[in-house]
């Protein structure tokens, strides 16, 4: 199938590592014109250098934390001034946030503020073009929403659910889709560093809690944020979409 991908504008925030890096490589192998944000710029052009010598056009490197106040103009104005305009964000950018129930507010804060709020300003900046356009899609990375115990990243992520649900439905008539992605277990530095780094508990958890029995790579998001980020792909719209191997338990 020809996914009629060539030629797109796409930014991916979170690209310099996991599920954003894996995704930059396959919708550059597809023909887009992509933009990289993260804040480890020599990381993001070590990516660039692989993408444009597998003889793709070299990624736009736009070295920024999105949680800086003032960021989500900027980056509009970086792909605007590479693009003309953009057809796709992929809202990667992020990570879990495991706290005490009654961490403090500047805890909540700096999670929500990174999980939810910038994501929801970034798009912002995109949505007036993309409704011009008459074409648009928006695919926000998410998480779970069985929690474990607290952690921010969950509350920040349930919240990026309802308000793109609801952001769908304003859109769905220009062309543009919203639709959100929560991973299980996905191969990435978080969870290869941070929250799984003992290989024996990983090969544990694995077949304890995910019914396909392994975790998955970035690809396995990245093949489907193809799909949806395609013309293919019109009807389908504020949907939460779990890329888990099975993991989630309920129907929702
Ligand atoms: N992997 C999983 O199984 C899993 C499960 C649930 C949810 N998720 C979600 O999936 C998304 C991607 O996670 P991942 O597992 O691929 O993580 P990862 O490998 O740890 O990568 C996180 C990415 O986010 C970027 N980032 C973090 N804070 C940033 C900031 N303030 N400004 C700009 N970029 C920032 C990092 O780049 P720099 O450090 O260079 O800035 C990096 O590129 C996240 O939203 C995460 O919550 C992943």
Redesign the pocket.
Known sequence: MDLQLAGKSCLI?????????GTAKIMADEGCRVAL????EQ?LNELADEIAGAGHERPVVIA????RQGAPEQIRERAYAAFGGLDILVN?????RPIPWDAPVDVWHEGMT??FEMLRQLTHQFIPGMRERKYGRVIN????SEPRGVNV?NAA?GAVHMWAKGLSRIVAADGVTVNSL??????????LERLHPDPEERERFAKSEIPAGYFGE?EDMGYLIAFLCSPRARYITGEVIHVDGGMHKFAL
């Open positions: 925030t979170g690209a310099s590592r996991g599920i954003g890096w944000v993260a804040r480890r990381l920024e934390d999105v949680t990667s950018a992020g990570g879990s990174l999980n990375i998410t998480g779970s990243a992520k929560p991973p299980g277990r996905i191969n990435s530095e978080q969870i970035p």
